[in-house]
């Protein structure tokens, strides 16, 4: 067995053993069993990273083998730069969250685990999928656990929340199949992605397809005006459901427009590119300014997360390479900050039982060390330089600023407004006397919370400090990518 299927299938492998033990008698074992997974997921990951060959567009660690011979699917994996970091970060949020839940999940303890674990195999399927087959597969499975995650450890509206997120995603998601077929047909029964991105397509076939796939993909970003499910399940998902979300599950959408919608619809996405550059402005400005207004932390977060994946979608459509590669930078700094924010938000929440920011003020009088964790997390989500979510945010910019540089002047406005949340926020939770008897009576993070918010913290300030290691790794395949684009495929 390969890097790449052991990648998927340790994590499964774990979390399939965890449901069968019985719910709450071996809690503790449990957990451990949880997190050796978790860890030994992440482990496998890494020879992959040290084993990668930079400079290389082709993909890497390719594993082939027939599924469904009778339609020609087949178990095909492998990694590029541009899909290589997403693995690892999936590997590494896994670990967090296992650990973030250790104290705070007390029932259904083997469920909440094993769905997680499960989880994290199936995104890291759909980002090493070259089959499309495969990759719809994986992309579909992803809704189950998470599913099973908000519905069942969520809040007071959870079923509400698991039922809209499940119906907004699943409804993109056929009319993405209707695509895959017709592409199948098209290439004489292949579900090869490298063969489908030489298919010559019609124009009209084109477009067609592009908004096919995009309303699989851009629900899932999500892209404005699809993103109105995201608030309300974020609010109902517990801790760690929000940050696997945020930090992963945003950026399966994205990636499909990397593998999918640009390379094998380059003149669709070159006519359509006007559309989804309004479309990522609005994300990036409007959601901006109705996250100011939240007071709800968990919403406020969940708005900000659609303001900065707005930044992700119009790299991809200025069509340089600055854009594509700050795009990418941008979907790996935005899964450790809102990880890391809604980690510190579920760190509150289990102490005082409230996301209202009325209900807190004066947090750093009674948790000094974990307002420090915050206060560097809060300056990362403004895009302070220095941090991880400077690095990504200035490279889409500068390149929007060569595409045209009032789409460049808008899309930099995000700034002062991601500025302007995230610091109210933080003065009005953290700072000044302490507000009442609740937080006077707060007691700082313990060890486990502590490495939480730790390991989290040296990978925002390690990426946003020397960013060189990950944009080497993507350059060749970004560039490939953009050769693909370049080419007109209408026959």
Not at 81 to 87: C, E, P, T, Y
Not at 413 to 435: D, E, Q
């Given at each position: 067995?390969?890097?790449?299927?052991?990648?998927?299938?340790?994590?499964?492998?774990?979390?399939?053993?965890?449901?069968?033990?019985?719910?709450?008698?071996?809690?503790?074992?449990?957990?451990?069993?949880?997190?050796?997974?978790?860890?030994?997921?992440?482990?496998?990951?890494?020879?992959?990273?040290?084993?990668?060959?930079?400079?290389?567009?082709?993909?890497?660690?390719?594993?082939?083998?027939?599924?469904?011979?009778?339609?020609?699917?087949n178990y095909h994996l492998g990694v590029d730069g541009i899909s290589l970091w997403l693995v690892l970060l999936t590997a590494f949020i896994t670990v967090i969250v296992v650990i973030a839940g250790w104290e705070v999940i007390t029932e259904r303890v083997n469920q909440y685990m094993g769905a997680f674990l499960i989880l994290s195999g199936l995104m890291i399927g759909v980002f090493a999928a070259q089959d499309a087959m495969l990759f719809y597969v994986f992309f579909e499975a992803t809704l189950i656990p998470m599913y099973l995650i908000i519905g069942i450890w969520g809040g007071p509206n959870k079923i509400y929340a698991a039922f809209k997120f499940f119906l907004y995603t699943l409804l993109g998601s056929l009319l993405m199949l209707v695509a895959l077929i017709y592409l199948y047909l098209e290439s004489g029964g292949s579900f090869d992605l490298a063969t489908w991105h030489k298919l010559p397509l019609g124009s009209q076939a084109q477009t067609l397809l592009f908004f096919a796939f995009f309303a699989a993909f851009a629900v899932?970003?999500?892209?404005?005006?699809?993103?109105?499910?995201?608030?309300?399940?974020?609010?109902?998902?517990?801790?760690?459901?929000?940050?696997?979300?945020?930090?992963?599950?945003?950026?399966?959408?994205?990636?499909?427009?990397?593998?999918?919608?640009?390379?094998?619809?380059?003149?669709?996405?070159?006519?359509?590119?006007?559309?989804?550059?309004?479309?990522?402005?609005?994300?990036?400005?409007?959601?901006?300014?109705?996250?100011?207004?939240?007071?709800?932390?968990?919403?406020?977060?969940?708005?900000?997360?659609?303001?900065?994946?707005?930044?992700?979608?119009?790299?991809?459509?200025?069509?340089?390479?600055?854009?594509?590669?700050?795009?990418?930078?941008?979907?790996?700094?935005?899964?450790?900050?809102?990880?890391?924010?809604?980690?510190?938000?579920?760190?509150?929440?289990?102490?005082?039982?409230?996301?209202?920011?009325?209900?807190?003020?004066?947090?750093?009088?009674?948790?000094?060390?974990?307002?420090?964790?915050?206060?560097?997390?809060?300056?990362?989500?403004?895009?302070?330089?220095?941090?991880?979510?400077?690095?990504?945010?200035?490279?889409?910019?500068?390149?929007?600023?060569?595409?045209?540089?009032?789409?460049?002047?808008?899309?930099?406005?995000?700034?002062?407004?991601?500025?302007?949340?995230?610091?109210?926020?933080?003065?009005?939770?953290?700072?000044?006397?302490?507000?009442?008897?609740?937080?006077?009576?707060?007691?700082?993070?313990?060890?486990?919370?502590?490495?939480?918010?730790?390991?989290?913290?040296?990978?925002?300030?390690?990426?946003?400090?020397?960013?060189?290691?990950?944009?080497?790794?993507?350059?060749?395949?970004?560039?490939?990518?953009?050769?693909?684009?370049?080419?007109?495929?209408?026959?």
């Amino acid at each position: 067995m390969g890097l790449l299927s052991l990648a998927i299938w340790v994590p499964v492998l774990f979390g399939t053993v965890l449901l069968a033990f019985g719910r709450d008698e071996h809690a503790g074992m449990v957990r451990w069993i949880a997190l050796i997974g978790a860890v030994a997921g992440l482990a496998v990951t890494i020879p992959v990273y040290t084993g990668f060959e930079i400079g290389s567009a082709a993909m890497q660690f390719v594993e082939k083998s027939a599924w469904i011979p009778t339609f020609n699917v087949n178990y095909h994996l492998g990694v590029d730069g541009i899909s290589l970091w997403l693995v690892l970060l999936t590997a590494f949020i896994t670990v967090i969250v296992v650990i973030a839940g250790w104290e705070v999940i007390t029932e259904r303890v083997n469920q909440y685990m094993g769905a997680f674990l499960i989880l994290s195999g199936l995104m890291i399927g759909v980002f090493a999928a070259q089959d499309a087959m495969l990759f719809y597969v994986f992309f579909e499975a992803t809704l189950i656990p998470m599913y099973l995650i908000i519905g069942i450890w969520g809040g007071p509206n959870k079923i509400y929340a698991a039922f809209k997120f499940f119906l907004y995603t699943l409804l993109g998601s056929l009319l993405m199949l209707v695509a895959l077929i017709y592409l199948y047909l098209e290439s004489g029964g292949s579900f090869d992605l490298a063969t489908w991105h030489k298919l010559p397509l019609g124009s009209q076939a084109q477009t067609l397809l592009f908004f096919a796939f995009f309303a699989a993909f851009a629900v899932k970003v999500p892209m404005w005006p699809v993103h109105t499910w995201l608030p309300d399940v974020h609010v109902e998902a517990p801790t760690g459901g929000s940050a696997v979300l945020a930090a992963i599950m945003l950026k399966l959408g994205a990636y499909g427009f990397l593998r999918f919608s640009l390379p094998i619809l380059p003149d669709a996405s070159h006519e359509w590119a006007g559309l989804m550059i309004v479309l990522s402005l609005v994300a990036v400005i409007y959601v901006g300014l109705v996250a100011m207004v939240q007071q709800d932390m968990k919403k406020l977060v969940a708005y900000s997360s659609v303001a900065h994946m707005g930044f992700v979608t119009l790299g991809f459509f200025v069509f340089n390479d600055l854009g594509v590669s700050g795009a990418i930078v941008q979907m790996i700094a935005h899964g450790f900050v809102s990880a890391a924010m809604f980690l510190a938000i579920g760190v509150l929440y289990d102490r005082v039982h409230s996301r209202e920011i009325a209900a807190y003020g004066g947090v750093v009088n009674t948790m000094p060390r974990f307002a420090a964790f915050a206060l560097l997390f809060t300056m990362a989500n403004c895009g302070l330089p220095g941090t991880a979510g400077f690095v990504g945010e200035w490279m889409v910019i500068i390149a929007a600023v060569k595409a045209n540089f009032w789409i460049g002047l808008l899309a930099a406005s995000a700034l002062i407004f991601g500025a302007a949340y995230s610091l109210w926020m933080f003065k009005r939770v953290y700072l000044g006397a302490p507000a009442n008897d609740h937080v006077k009576a707060l007691k700082d993070i313990g060890a486990r919370e502590f490495l939480v918010m730790g390991l989290l913290a040296v990978m925002v300030l390690y990426m946003g400090i020397h960013p060189k290691p990950f944009t080497d790794v993507m350059d060749a395949s970004v560039a490939e990518l953009l050769r693909h684009v370049a080419v007109s495929k209408l026959n």
